[in-house]
């Protein structure tokens, strides 16, 4: 499984982008995406999660209400909408997939990852 994250870059405060990752090899299909991020100097955390097939997501509280985690299962694609982003959410952002039936906001239980793509939210 190959995962390519795409879609970073430098944002104002309050403003919006649209992180894609799309997977190709063997997928895991119907398995769990999922975003994490990675700020300088602190440890991976959890961002968002989702169900290739059949709905079921997950958010940290810190971007709830603020970022909306998709899919289009067709294009073996997962997207996480972020808006109104604050400084805060500077980071590496990852994408990653796992074997298992439930949904994980744990790091260690994904088994492959995408190589990062870089946010900077300004203030």
């Known amino acids: 499984v190959q995962l390519q994250a795409s879609g970073g870059g430098l944002v104002q405060a309050g403003g919006s982008l649209r992180l894609s990752c799309a997977a190709s090899?063997?997928?895991?299909?119907?398995?769990?995406m999922g975003w994490f991020r990675q700020a300088p100097g602190k440890e991976r955390e959890f961002v968002s999660t989702?169900?290739?097939?059949?709905?079921?997501?997950n958010y940290a509280d810190s971007v709830k209400g603020r970022f909306t985690i998709s899919r289009d299962s067709a294009k073996n694609t997962v997207h996480l909408r972020m808006d109104s982003l604050k400084p805060e959410d500077t980071a590496v952002y990852y994408c990653?997939?796992?074997?298992?039936?439930?949904?994980?906001?744990?790091?260690?239980?994904?088994?492959?990852w995408g190589q990062g793509t870089l946010v900077t939210v300004s203030s």
């Open positions: 990653a997939t796992r074997y298992g039936a439930s949904l994980s906001r744990y790091a260690a239980s994904y088994d492959y």
């Open positions: 090899g063997r997928t895991l299909s119907p398995n769990p």
């Open positions: 989702i169900w290739w097939s059949g709905g079921g997501t």
